[in-house]
């Protein structure tokens, strides 16, 4: 059963446009949000996130944004850059699951010069 | 600030043989987590430590799996026999506490053949 879910697990982007990254999760006890992202023999690294109380988080050219009622959020990157090309992944946590992480598939991001 | 350590890199064993990892957190941070990256798959926690004890190992396969924390701060994981199935990454993370941001060890490969 996984409660958090990446249906995409490829996106290739031309540099300088935008990367959208989707994320749909089940359990409606999560109530903050994750990005990380992880490049080849590296560990994930945190990104940006966000809380259920808010529906946007911006930082810099990431933008998490994320929809409760449908139990979706989506990962912005503008512009992309051929340096942003790793794997993305999304997490969810909430109070009554421990605060522990779960993690979806992940998405390889593509960036084209 | 030095990140979270890992050791070894890589690991190549035969099933039924056993295998230990260690781990080194950020200095001083109380929560210490280890997770299970099989290829293709999101990070899938395994256990997690508040200082030298358990709060969660329900996905722990406790028949071949252990882990430990002694004095609160390294930790090592535990594989003994290891079968076919065990061949992922193994990361590392610790945070401040735990409701803080998760920081990633590069991980330990393991193959088992």
């Known amino acids: 059963d996984q409660q958090v879910k990446q249906n995409s697990p490829s996106l290739s982007v031309q540099e300088g446009r935008i990367s959208i990254l989707n994320c749909d999760y089940t359990?409606?006890?999560?109530?903050?949000f994750l990005w990380y992202k992880k490049y080849p023999a590296e560990g994930p690294t945190f990104l940006i996130s966000i809380s259920s109380i808010k529906d946007k988080n911006e930082d810099g050219r990431f933008t998490v944004f994320l929809n409760k009622s449908a139990k979706h959020l989506s990962l912005h990157i503008v512009p992309s850059q051929p340096g942003d090309s790793a794997v993305y992944f999304c997490?969810?946590?909430?109070?009554?699951?421990?605060?522990?992480?779960?993690f979806g598939g992940g998405t390889r991001l593509m960036v084209k010069p | 600030e030095a990140g979270v350590a890992q050791s070894p890199r890589y690991k190549i064993i035969e099933k039924r043989q056993s295998v230990a990892f260690w781990c080194n957190p950020i200095s001083g941070h109380a929560t210490l987590y280890w997770y299970q990256q099989i290829l293709g798959q999101g990070p899938k926690l395994l256990i997690q430590f508040q200082n030298n004890g358990v709060v969660d190992d329900s996905q722990l396969p406790k028949d071949r799996f252990s882990a430990e924390r002694l004095k609160g701060v390294d930790s090592t994981l535990k594989i003994q026999p290891a079968k076919l199935e065990d061949s992922a990454v193994y990361l590392c993370?610790?945070?401040?506490?735990?409701?803080?941001?998760?920081?990633f060890g590069a991980g330990t490969r393991l193959s088992v053949l």
């Open positions: 997490a969810a946590s909430g109070e009554n699951a421990g605060n522990m992480l779960t």
């Open positions: 993370a610790s945070s401040l506490n735990r409701v803080n941001i998760q920081y």
């Open positions: 359990n409606s006890m999560f109530d903050y």
